[in-house]
């Protein structure tokens, strides 16, 4: 959804761009987080929250319908408006099945809108399958607290490099 609009390029390309000092790893992972703060703005700005646009257009397209049966036949104005309030709930639309989709990671394509609610069930069982809520280090100590199972992974993790050449990553 997102590489379908030009902004996302550029939002990726700016972030990562900015210089920041220090070694090369902390550089990058300061790059990263500018970049996920950068996407989610401009998310934000381009997107919206879907269900919302989608209630208001709603609201929108019935009220502009209500003008059109008070009439005894409808302007060409209110018939045009009516028009493009359809295309862009069906764009909305469209942007809802493709933002469920690509969470869910399943061949969505094809069943449309009436799967929303499934792609949604499917998203959270990931993430409660991919979430680490118990740890048991090599000693046989088990860790359970969030902080702690962090600190491990932080400390025991070798933080790499990152690539060389980031603008062949961003194109």
């Given amino acids: 959804m997102w590489t379908r609009d030009a902004g996302c390029k550029n939002g990726v390309r700016n972030a990562m761009a900015r210089g920041f ?10 790059n990263l987080s500018a970049c996920r703060k950068e996407l989610m703005e401009w998310n934000h700005k381009c997107f919206g929250n879907l269900d919302v646009k989608l209630k208001q257009l709603d609201r929108k397209l019935t009220e502009c319908q209500e003008q059109q049966h008070r009439c005894v036949s409808p302007t060409e104005q ?18 809802k ?18 799967y929303t609610k499934y792609f949604h069930t499917v998203v959270i069982n990931r993430r409660r399958r991919n979430d680490i809520n118990r740890l048991v280090k090599l000693n046989g100590e088990v860790l359970t607290q969030r902080l702690e199972i962090g600190d491990h992974l932080y400390s025991t993790t070798q933080i790499c490099s990152p690539p060389r050449n980031l603008n062949m990553m961003v194109s």
């Fill in 21 to 30: 000092s220090g070694p090369p790893s902390f550089s990058f992972c300061r």
């Fill in 78 to 95: 209110q018939l045009i408006q009516e028009q493009s309030l359809l295309l862009e709930y069906e764009e909305v639309l469209r942007r």
């Fill in 97 to 114: 099945d493709i933002h469920w989709g690509q969470k869910s990671r399943q061949d969505w394509y094809g069943m449309g809108e009436f």
